[in-house]
């Protein structure tokens, strides 16, 4: 029963999940917020290294040669994700603040970590997996501070940055335009014409 059991629940899945835990009831405050982003830093060059010096030169250069991963990936990460958060946001009973938070996370690409992570736990190809979500994260492009997209009707602006990473970010929802204020009135009221 214990193996079975065991099976189930991947240790990595039960320490994550604790994380998320003990996070939630006990969140970084202060400096501590600090130091516990270092340690978070310094976890990521660990895993980065454990996993790197396992692998070949060969294995890298093959794993950046695989193409139709990389395809799908991005394809995932950049087309089908975003979609399903417009549609999940665009749903009648989904509250706007889940809604927000929803379609936030699913304009981000994945956590390096994550990716190499769940692959090397399903026996995956690890090489691909650290070439694909590097290349997916160095595409994006980091947004400078007072950068924002409007989705769905929601505002998301970067308000401060943490070095090269996004520290804070601000949803608001963006209200309706007001008909003097749309583009077709502004064009008439300027003597443009209609556009």
């Given at each position: 029963m214990m193996r079975a059991l065991r099976s189930v629940l991947e240790p990595f899945i039960l320490a994550l999940l604790g994380t998320v835990v003990l996070a939630s009831l006990l969140p970084a405050r202060g400096n501590f917020a600090v130091w516990a982003g270092y340690a978070a830093d310094a976890g990521i060059v660990l895993l980065f290294f454990l996993h790197g010096a396992k692998l070949s030169r060969e294995a890298i250069w093959a794993g950046a040669r695989n193409w139709r991963?990389?395809?799908?990936?991005?394809?995932?990460?950049?087309?089908?994700f975003p979609l399903l958060g417009l549609g999940f946001a665009a749903l009648p009973f989904v509250p706007e603040v889940l809604a927000a938070g929803l379609l936030f996370l699913t304009l981000l690409p994945s956590t390096v970590q994550s990716s190499i992570a769940f692959t090397a736990i399903a026996r995956g190809n690890v090489a691909a997996a650290v070439c694909s979500a590097s290349f997916s994260n160095l595409i994006g492009?980091?947004?400078?501070?007072?950068?924002?997209?409007?989705?769905?009707?929601?505002?998301?602006?970067?308000?401060?940055?943490?070095?090269?990473?996004?520290?804070?970010?601000?949803?608001?929802?963006?209200?309706?335009?007001?008909?003097?204020?749309?583009?077709?009135?502004?064009?008439?009221?300027?003597?443009?014409?209609?556009?």
């Open positions: 991963l990389h395809l799908a990936v991005f394809a995932v990460t950049f087309m089908l492009r980091l947004p400078k501070v007072g950068e924002h997209v409007d989705a769905a009707g929601w505002r998301f602006e970067v308000v401060d940055l943490d070095g090269n990473r996004i520290d804070k970010v601000l949803a608001a929802a963006v209200p309706a335009a007001e008909p003097a204020d749309t583009p077709a009135a502004l064009a008439l009221r300027a003597g443009a014409g209609p556009i």
